[in-house]
């Protein structure tokens, strides 16, 4: 069977599928094929609304699989979509991807409050992906821009997990900077689970 009559078969059996395990198998089949076909790739991103939490778990772990020719396509769907579930998991791939062409995308979802009601640890979710874009990246812009927006976060009033996760984020980046933002913020950290998460940060 050749690639393009195979891929038309995994999308088939994506679509037809009466059952998760169904759906489940053909997305294994897919991130399996390694396939860069963009039609294939947006049926996955399709999945990610799925009502089943299983097959949308799946279709998260085949998009992270197919790493970097999964990005631009994540990015399109989520700009063109207003479903709070499909953006939500989209996040999450690209957080695990740790693509900086995700980085964008990622800071824009901190910094927006709209977020907040997006499943409600959508933020959270972008803070840790932007940690792992510094992390996997010797670009001294990239570092820039990703410890801007964490040290913004680490000081955002209204989200103590947002205020959390920038936390982790910046412990694993660790560079003087990263440092300095812990430093100065935990004085004025009025809870006690983030204030902690900052000490251990530090320490």
Known sequence: MNTSSNSEQLIS???????PEEAIAAITAIAVNNTEELAVINVVIAVLSHHHPTVRTAAVEALVKLGNRSVQPLIVAY???SDQTLQAHIIQALAQIASPKALDLLADVVGTAVANHCQGNVRRIAARGLGNIAVNSHDAEVMRRVQEKLIWA???PEDW???YAAAV?????????????LQNAIAGEADTVVRSRMALALA
Not at 13 to 19: D, E, F, L, V, Y
Not at 169 to 181: G, H, R, V
């Open 161 to 163: 997990g947002l205020r």
């Open 79 to 81: 700009k063109a979509s």
């Open 154 to 156: 680490l000081l955002s």
């Open 13 to 19: 059996q994506i679509n037809h599928a009466s059952t």
């Open 169 to 181: 984020s910046l412990q694993e980046i660790a560079t003087p900077e990263a440092k300095a933002a």
